[in-house]
């Protein structure tokens, strides 16, 4: 390698490397795999660093990753299904004593630690945009999108780019993307709530309301956990396919089903998924406890509206969480 070769290299590293947790973060939006995603930024950053000298600067840097990105995320989805929530198979809600049935066979949708994406700007504005867009119930609706409707919506909505620049991407016209765009929105009202339907407590109610949930869960508690959920509140734990509708059902469920036996059995660690509180919970095996799920809470002013308790203990890693805790 020549030294201006290596100068090059110098230079789109440095100037390429800070926005590599946003597209993460898009490529996530795209896949709805943390795994999938950080594969796609790797070939994003491989194309561009081959091509950049072929880089004209007629976009941002920013606005060239973003495309390149784009084109790669829509040649994977060519070779892949969606990725579901239990929610999003279209089966009718199970009774808490129901068999458990595990689909180990599906690719379920993942969950996305807030470190490997959360903006570093310090606009507090723009940390809420980036962690809105993120959130599970928008990445679960998004996989009912055909991929170029979800190419689109992202960079149109999200993104906030310009029809113009999402045509070039798309090899398609103005016309198309708004075409595009105006389907995608309707499809996907139909499978997402309404944003003032969901209002977050306030930061200390947050905290109680949590406490709480840690409190109930490591005594396995089920009255105390029954009042933790709200009347509608869903719960689902992928990859089993059945899914819990009601606070009273969702008790019955942890009560019936989980091996936890008694108080001190479950150990709740505190993290944070697609801007959401999250928790590893382990379950005691002898003198230690071992990964056992990785809920994640969707919190209203009432209480637990929402539980995803993913079951790959292979997530805990990537959420920086220790493989076994000390009795």
């Keep these: 390698m020549t030294m201006t070769e290596r100068r090059a290299d110098e230079d789109f590293l440095r100037q390429a490397d800070p926005f590599r947790r946003e597209l993460l973060a898009h490529c996530y939006r795209m896949l709805g795999s943390v795994h999938d995603a950080e594969d796609l930024v790797q070939e994003t950053y491989l194309r561009a660093w ?34 579901p929530l239990p929610t999003g198979l279209g089966a009718p809600g199970s009774d808490a004593g129901d068999e458990l049935v595990q689909q180990t066979e599906v690719p379920w949708l993942e969950p996305v630690p807030d470190a490997l994406v959360n903006s570093e700007q310090a606009d507090p504005a723009a940390i809420v945009a980036s962690r809105e867009s993120i959130r599970l119930a928008l990445i679960a609706a998004l996989q009912h999108l055909p991929p170029r409707q979800r190419a689109v919506l992202v960079l149109r909505d999200v993104l906030q780019w310009r029809a113009a620049e999402v045509a070039e991407v798309l090899d398609t016209t103005t016309t198309a993307v708004n075409s595009i765009l105006q389907r995608a929105r309707a499809q996907l009202d139909e499978v997402t709530p309404q944003q003032d339907e969901v209002v977050e407590p306030s930061d200390a109610a947050q905290r109680e309301l949590l406490d709480r949930y840690v409190s109930a869960f490591e005594r396995k508690d089920i009255a105390a956990i029954v009042e933790l959920f709200t009347k509608d509140a869903v719960w689902e734990m992928p990859p089993f396919t059945g899914w819990y509708q009601g606070a009273e059902n969702i008790g019955r469920l942890i009560d019936l089903q989980c091996p936890a036996k008694g108080p001190g059995d479950m150990r709740l660690i505190p993290t944070s998924a697609n801007g959401q509180p999250a928790f590893g919970l382990y379950l005691r095996d002898g003198e230690v406890y071992r990964p056992f799920n990785l809920p994640v809470l969707t919190l209203s002013e009432s209480g637990v509206t929402h539980v995803a308790s993913f079951f790959d203990t292979d997530l805990f890693a990537k959420f920086g969480l220790p493989e076994v805790l000390p009795r």
């Design 50 to 83: 081959k091509s950049y000298d072929r880089f004209e600067g007629r976009s941002s840097l920013r606005t060239w990753l973003y495309r390149i990105a784009t084109r790669v995320c829509l040649t994977a989805l060519e070779s892949r299904g969606k990725r």
